[in-house]
């Protein structure tokens, strides 16, 4: 009795304290805004600004600097006549989120902040705490800006118009391209082999094989134990780029694991459940059997593959175009004659297929406590359009300069978000390419990031030897050079998937889910359970415990 | 133990031996790993040679962490918290202790308080209640956030009571009769018969206070004002996490440069090496400690 007395008091405390909390949220988002506000920065007071930031763990500040004042702080502050203070820093994923939860709980919004999920900016839309940027997204961002959101056919701002009035400033994800199958061509040349003897740049997927078989048959370092591919453990991942995943081989089979979107019937599908996974899994199978993929695969962690190609037992790993920049540089560093080259692994008609980004997964929004939205729009115009197209301000700034040449996080901005158009990797490439060629020149390509890529290769070309330059050949005129080669000769073929916002039922099995696919995969793919028995009974079982009923929900959330 | 001669006796401890000594090792070894990571090239530590002892001997690592102000700042952070809690600690839960082991005739709400304690210590309010609390009291960002919220750690007043308990009534008695108060019993006969129970507390406080990161993440809103575990746990990134959530190409690239294993393992090493210092001075009291509390009188 005594007991259960003490539960029921401590239910109460909990809803008393809910309810607390609940009306500390609602109280302060009823701001009448009746008298004129003051907008134009040299006309007003000095206006304090509060952010959440996200931070990491190597900002590469010069001493001195942190997050609060660092050269990009100082501008925003002299250039917009605002003083910014952090609300919270934390790291970006868990950390952040949880320092965000905690500040929707304690009813203290920050003026701005950056929140990383599409659920979130829906719940604080619906708890009326956020501003509507309608009026001072139409009124002060520049034509610039408003071009690149364009860019995305109407997809970024889309995603944050609820009821018709944009909510948030959008973060913009261009498409990440194909995952690709890079090679060690130092390897191939020296055991006399030929890679892509049509020179189109395109490997199917007996080629890819076979080059691993003859890789570990000829195994030119000399090697311990030689290793065909090495995969992580989770196999497959929702970026169509996904590094260390089987989506190369999958995509080529026309399956998209992890990802929505419509098929020839128009029937939404999960990716992950279809026959063409099947066939993927099948694939792989019979590369594991035959010893061609790992076969420790499913114990070797990240660092374990990475050391697998530093110790030149493995020359073959599939990825985005950006990883020669922080991965394969490992190789580099120990073995400076390692060369790599990206291939795309094509399909049965000798396409590439792959699939759109989710254009926005990113926002920024405004307290509906703030008496100054237009400031976000300001910031948006000075970091995202002034600082890219006006030569001058980093001029009046040398310090801004020298943070974008020395790389330092962009996390050290006031909004760590990307606004870049759709393209922005390709046209970015087209100038770094024609000024390499000796066809435009240095001053024509349009970032900082990209001029100093240009000086890197540059150096290396002269022979520098130096890391960075490598991994900015490999990277650049490898990998974007690939992805810009498939767009010109129209060999991509894309897919444009659905990207659902979180529904009841995945809130409460979507993690289950997730897990009881990517124990499934492994399985199959390491004969611990049977191809046919195993796929049959996970797609049924991933029916039965909620995937159908998600399926339901996500229909009907694009019926509306 | 008892009886050594016997054959059985003597298998039997070779056995339990063996375990403890495999035991020791399962702790030991990961420690020593890291200590020769720290001491290793960072080339030899991404290509997963080093085993126990270091390759490519160097001290770069250390020379790296002695320039990184956070580091020392966050240290710095940690020492005067510890000391802090330890103080608090020992204040609050030596006359609490003594308080509640009086007869209800002594001490009339005894119970009362007793069972308030045990309800304390088996529920409490979750991290949101909490943090508002903290935050309402205007302690975010200070270093009381970190140390008030666990000001008086139940157990350790449980385990001085019980300690307290084990003491002959009769050496309070003869205090007493010699015209002693009661804060007087406490500072000069009870105190001073507890020693090993203190030292068992003072060493819960500091390994647990020097150990935790989780209220750094939550009460401390600025990086700069992070405690060392916090700081360190920062530090500790999983690349593959970020691929997965689709991290921008420049963002990956800083990231990866700090992932050199060598230079976080030296951190760790540093980190703990103040822990390392203390506990030979707390050892010796610390299996009494703990026993001597467990039998009641």
Redesign the interface.
């Known amino acids: 009795m005594y007991k259960r007395n003490?539960y029921k008091a401590?239910a109460l405390?909990?809803v008393g304290?809910m309810t607390l909390?609940f009306w500390g949220c609602g109280s302060g988002s009823t701001s009448d805004s009746s008298t004129e506000i003051v907008t134009d920065p040299a006309e007003r007071g000095t206006v304090t600004v509060t952010l959440g930031r996200q931070?990491?763990?190597?900002?590469?500040f010069p001493?001195g600097d942190?997050?609060?004042d660092n050269a990009y702080i100082r501008m925003t502050e002299e250039k917009l006549n605002i003083d910014i203070q952090?609300?919270?820093?934390?790291?970006?994923?868990d950390?952040y989120n949880?320092?965000v939860?905690?500040a929707l709980?304690?009813g203290?919004l920050p003026s701005m902040m950056k929140v990383a999920s599409k659920d979130e900016l829906t719940e604080l839309y619906e708890n009326e705490l956020i501003a509507d940027l309608t009026d001072v997204y139409d009124q002060y961002a520049s034509d610039y800006i408003k071009g690149i959101y364009d860019s995305f056919d109407g997809r970024a701002l889309a995603n944050v118009t609820y009821d018709g009035k944009i909510m948030a400033i959008p973060a913009t994800?261009s498409d990440?391209g194909t995952s690709m199958c890079w090679v060690r061509s130092d390897w191939v040349e020296s055991l006399g082999l030929t890679v892509d003897e049509d020179g189109d740049r395109c490997l199917t997927m007996d080629e890819v094989k076979d080059l691993a078989r003859a890789f570990i048959d000829g195994n030119p370092e000399q090697a311990d134990h030689p290793v065909g591919i090495a995969f992580?453990a989770n196999l497959t991942?929702?970026?169509s780029d996904?590094?260390?995943t089987i989506n190369a081989i999958a995509y080529a089979l026309g399956a998209y694991p992890k990802l929505w979107y419509k098929d020839e019937a128009g029937n939404l599908t999960y990716g992950s459940v279809t026959p063409e996974m099947k066939e993927a899994l099948s694939v792989i199978k019979s590369w594991y059997d035959e010893g061609v993929v790992d076969n420790q695969l499913g114990t070797r962690t990240?660092?374990?593959i990475?050391?697998l190609l530093?110790?030149g037992q493995c020359g073959i790993i599939f990825g985005?175009w950006?990883i020669p920049?922080?991965?394969l540089?490992?190789v580099y560093?120990?073995n400076n004659k390692a060369v790599f080259t990206p291939y795309a692994v094509v399909s049965e008609e000798g396409k590439v297929n792959c699939t759109h980004?989710n254009a926005t997964?990113e926002f920024i929004v405004v307290s509906a406590d703030f008496d100054h939205p237009e400031i976000a729009i300001q910031i948006l115009n000075l970091f995202y359009d002034d600082m890219v197209n006006d030569s001058a301000l980093l001029e009046e700034y040398p310090d801004v300069a020298s943070y974008l040449n020395e790389?330092v996080?962009?996390?050290a901005r006031p909004f760590n978000i990307?606004v870049k158009s759709n393209t922005y990797l390709l046209d970015e490439y087209a100038c770094l390419k024609a000024a390499l060629a000796g066809e435009g020149t240095k001053e024509e390509i349009p970032t900082a990031?990209e001029r100093s890529n240009y000086d890197s290769i540059k150096a290396y070309q002269e022979g520098s030897g130096d890391v960075t330059g490598w991994c900015k050949i490999h990277?650049r005129t490898k990998g974007v050079d690939l992805l810009a080669y498939l767009t010109e000769n129209d060999l991509y073929n894309w897919i444009t998937p659905v990207y659902p916002e979180t529904t009841d039922t995945m809130n409460t099995s979507w993690a289950n889910l997730q897990t009881l696919e990517e124990e499934n995969f492994i399985k199959i793919v390491t004969g611990a359970i049977d191809l046919d028995e195993g796929f049959d009974s996970f797609v049924s079982g991933w029916k039965a415990q909620g995937g159908e009923t998600i399926t339901g929900e996500i229909e009907a959330q694009l019926e509306q | 133990m008892i009886d050594n001669k016997g054959t059985s006796a003597r298998i039997r401890n070779a056995i339990i031996h063996l375990i403890v000594i495999i035991l020791g090792l399962i702790c030991l070894l990961p420690l020593i790993n890291i200590v020769a990571i720290s001491f290793s090239g960072s080339?030899a530590v991404?290509?997963?040679k080093v085993g126990l002892l270091p390759v490519d001997f160097t001290t770069l690592a250390y020379s790296r962490i002695v320039s990184d102000?956070q580091f020392w700042r966050s240290f710095g952070i940690s020492v005067i918290r510890v000391v802090l809690t330890l103080a608090l600690n020992l204040v609050l839960v030596i006359p609490m202790s003594y308080a509640m082991t009086r007869k209800t005739s002594e001490f009339r709400f005894r119970n009362v308080y007793m069972n308030l304690l045990i309800?304390a210590m088996l529920?409490n309010?979750?991290m949101?209640?909490t943090?508002?609390v903290v935050?309402n009291l205007g302690l975010l960002n200070t270093i009381w956030a970190l140390i008030l919220p666990g000001a008086v750690p139940i157990f350790s007043v449980i385990l001085m009571m019980n300690f307290f308990k084990g003491i002959p009534r009769a050496l309070e008695e003869a205090a007493i009769v010699d015209g002693a108060n009661p804060l007087q019993v406490l500072l000069h006969v009870m105190v001073p018969c507890a020693k090993p129970s203190i030292a068992t507390i003072s060493l819960f406080s500091v390994v647990g206070s020097w150990n935790d990161f989780f209220s750094g993440?939550?009460y401390m809103?600025?990086?700069?004002d992070y405690p060392i575990m916090t700081y360190i746990q920062?530090?500790s990134?999983?690349?593959?996490?970020l691929?997965?959530?689709?991290?921008?190409?420049?963002?990956?690239?800083?990231?990866?440069?700090?992932s050199n294993?060598n230079l976080n393992a030296a951190k760790i090493v540093v980190a703990v090496i103040p822990l390392l210092l203390i506990y030979p001075f707390l050892q010796k009291y610390l299996i009494s400690g703990m026993t001597m509390g467990a039998v009641k009188e």
């Open positions: 003490m401590a405390t909990l304290i909390s931070t990491t763990a190597n900002p590469k001493s942190s997050y609060e952090d609300e919270f820093e934390a790291e970006s994923g950390d949880r320092q939860s905690l709980s304690a203290s994800a990440a992580n991942s929702s970026s996904g590094t260390n990240w660092d374990d990475t050391s530093t110790n985005s950006h920049d922080w991965l540089n490992n560093t120990l980004a997964g790389g996080d962009g996390t990307e990031e990277s | 080339a991404t290509a997963n102000s309800f529920f309010g979750g949101i209640p943090y508002i935050k993440l939550i809103q600025k990086v700069k920062s530090l990134i999983d690349l593959q996490e691929v997965n959530n689709a991290a921008s190409s420049s963002a990956l690239e800083n990231i990866s440069e700090l294993r």
